[in-house]
């Protein structure tokens, strides 16, 4: 589940007078993990995202600084299609960070090529507490039997609309509301706001997990994809039809209007993202936006689960035990949960999600939201997620856009996306 960040190392200089002591960052390449002759350990953090993740990580870093004074965290962060490119590099290299922000699609990827240290035996140890997790979240990043990934919040897909726009084509989403309600409802956002209704959900691999989830599919099974050419021909002949009739927006109007969103754009009425992205909706645009349910093939199923980003570790660490120690203060401590808030999802331990209550519109929105899908019991274990997912998301992105725009059929899109998923999974 992807968090992408805009602002680069010079912007953020800049913002910060020039100085890099200023965030506690230390210049990229500049020194690595290692110990001190007082017995002071240092390690490495890195992870991707803007310059306010950057800042509220780095106060964090000072708490825990302060609490363990022997150790020491060297950071660094870039946007997100930057820090994979590093990352990749300090992998081949052997030369991978202490401590760094992972997501699920990347798992089994690194797991492979031995990067990921097991984080099993610190919990053993007591270094590493996996109590305290809100709804089974401690489960999310173990792959055959071993714990690769520790929670640091939660996110699920949602709808974000325009409430605005929605009022005056009166349309109220509901739960449990179909995918013929949905789409009824977008043609009425066309038909009184002279918008489409959706910015194209046609690209979003998540999304369309939880389409296949709640028909009893999936997008991946634990070694490839759990759908077949016909099921993603019906999904993208559906979608060409609807950009035709107007009813999703104009791709090229909203490639055109990036960064911003389709929907703060008033290109669309709507579009599906992650919850916690919902706070960017206000900060761009100039009317009022709010989160929807998932649309459902049977009035029940939402196919929904909760995602996370995750802290996990290098397998080539020489200090396993303050890496340990480390992860378990950005999980558990209160003051680190007050200090991020929700910018990486709702915290993921009952702790930190106490002691952050938020107070803006937004934020409440989407603690209610998660709150709602816990208590109504429609959340599901997630789908695995194989080596090469990340590819296969690339590639589901682009080629939608593609047959979206008219460059390819959707018969060429499909065949397409399976030949470079085949190749991905396989290798």
């Known amino acids: 589940m992807r968090t992408h960040g805009t602002v680069d190392r010079r912007s953020l200089l800049k913002i910060t007078g020039g100085s890099v002591a200023a965030l506690g960052l230390t210049a990229a390449g500049c020194g690595g993990s290692g110990s001190a002759g007082d017995g002071t350990v240092t390690i490495r953090y890195t992870w991707w995202g803007s310059d306010d993740r950057a800042k509220r990580i780095n106060q964090s870093i000072a708490l825990f600084e302060k609490k363990f004074p022997k150790i020491k965290v060297k950071t660094d962060f870039q946007p997100y299609a930057d820090f994979w490119k590093k990352f990749n590099t300090q992998a081949s290299g052997g030369n991978t960070p202490d401590v760094f922000q992972n997501a699920i699609g990347f798992l089994r990827k690194y797991d492979a090529k031995n990067v990921l240290l097991d984080l099993r035996e610190q919990v053993e140890a007591g270094h590493l507490r996996l109590e305290g997790f809100r709804a089974g979240l401690e489960k ?113 109007k909203t490639i055109q209007a990036k960064p911003k969103s389709a929907v703060t754009a008033e290109l669309a009425g709507s579009e599906f993202t992650w919850d916690n992205f919902a706070v960017r909706y206000t900060a761009e645009g100039k009317s009022r936006y709010g989160l929807a349910p998932i649309p459902t093939t049977d009035g029940r199923r939402t196919g929904q689960y909760l995602g996370s980003l995750m802290l996990s570790a290098s397998r080539r660490t020489e200090h396993p035990k303050e890496v340990a120690q480390f992860i378990d203060f950005m999980v558990h401590d209160p003051e680190v949960g007050k200090i991020m808030g929700y910018d990486r999802g709702v915290p993921a331990t009952e702790a930190q999600n106490a002691a952050y209550v938020p107070s803006d519109p937004v934020g409440k929105q989407i603690a209610a939201y998660e709150k709602r899908l816990v208590e109504t019991r429609v959340l599901e274990p997630i789908t695995p997620h194989p080596a090469g997912a990340d590819v296969c998301e690339a590639a589901f992105l682009r080629l939608a856009e593609e047959m979206s725009l008219g460059a390819r059929t959707v018969e060429d899109a499909v065949k397409q996306y399976f030949t470079e998923a085949k190749t991905a999974l396989s290798s």
Do not use: C
């Open 140 to 252: 999310f990043g173990e792959v055959d039997g071993k714990l690769l990934g520790v929670p640091v919040g939660s996110n699920s897909m949602a709808l974000v609309v325009d409430e605005a726009v929605l009022a005056r084509a009166g349309v109220t989403p509901k739960p449990g509301w179909t995918w013929d309600e949905y789409h009824e409802a977008l043609a009425k956002v066309r038909e009184t706001a002279g918008r489409a209704g959706d910015a194209g959900p046609y690209g979003i691999m998540y999304l369309y997990d939880l389409y296949l989830r709640q028909q009893g599919k999936a997008f991946f099974t634990t070694s490839g994809l759990g759908f077949t050419e016909a099921d993603l021909t019906d999904w993208w002949t559906r979608a060409a039809a609807r950009v035709k009739s107007g009813v999703y927006a104009d791709p090229r």
